[in-house]
């Protein structure tokens, strides 16, 4: 089962929006909507932002947004702020043996 | 509060053994299924290994299968990752993780060390 592929770094402005990409395949996020969004930060746990390819948990920012095209979820972060700057993940359910796998993972930089 | 405890990680030969532990504590642990996630130094996620919520079903990454078995005892609200055949390629921080929401992993453990090295 092959990583989910995620741009290495994107980066934007106080307040501006960036979108996150996350591929995958007809055997995962293509046939399930079970994408998750993880937040990590420098030396910590991740933290989950999105389930279920739009769905918020409890006290995450509703800046933060997901959406799923065929094989491509993504993640949205509007009015971006310094304390986004993290590593983002994507995981998706899989119909493979494995049942889960990750994303490679991006760098957001709040210039 | 919802609280998830690793232990058991440290500095260990290759093709040796070792158990990881996950204290969970501020939920009902035996209606959780529970994840095993690493990160190698300086890269990304790895999923690992899930087991439901009573232990019925287990399922392993195609890196680790064969060489690690997650296990819980739902009477003491502990996840289990048990690691044989230890190879360099598996140092990392291990993080256990438990689905609320179904498909996902909500709860999260701060992490342990595991160091493989001769």
């Known amino acids: 089962q092959s990583a989910l592929t995620q741009p290495a770094s994107v980066s934007g402005s106080p307040g501006q929006s960036i979108t996150i990409s996350c591929t995958g395949t007809?055997?995962?996020?293509?046939?399930?909507?079970?994408v998750s969004w993880y937040q990590q930060h420098p030396g910590k746990a991740p933290k989950l932002m999105i389930y279920e390819v739009s769905n918020r948990p409890s006290g995450v920012s509703n800046r933060f947004s997901g959406s799923k095209s065929g094989n491509t979820a993504s993640l949205t972060i509007s009015g971006l702020q310094a304390e986004d700057e993290a590593d983002y993940y994507c995981s998706s359910y899989t119909s493979g043996s494995t049942r889960y796998v990750f994303g490679t993972g991006t760098k957001v930089t709040v210039l | 509060q919802v609280h998830l405890v690793e232990s058991g990680g440290g500095l260990i030969q290759p093709g040796r053994s070792l158990r990881l532990s996950c204290a969970a504590s501020g939920f009902t642990f035996s209606s959780y299924a529970m994840h095993w996630v690493r990160q190698a130094p300086g890269k990304g996620l790895e999923w690992v290994a899930l087991i439901l919520y009573d232990g019925s079903n287990k399922y392993y990454a195609d890196s680790v299968k064969g060489r690690i078995t997650i296990s819980r005892d739902n009477s003491k609200n502990t996840l289990y990752l048990q690691m044989n055949s230890l190879r360099v390629e598996d140092t990392a921080v291990y993080y256990c993780?438990?689905?609320?929401?179904?498909?996902?992993?909500?709860?999260w453990g701060q992490g342990t060390t595991v160091t493989v090295s001769s």
């Open positions: 993780a438990g689905s609320g929401y179904p498909y996902t992993m909500d709860v």
């Open positions: 007809s055997s995962d996020v293509g046939d399930y909507n079970y």
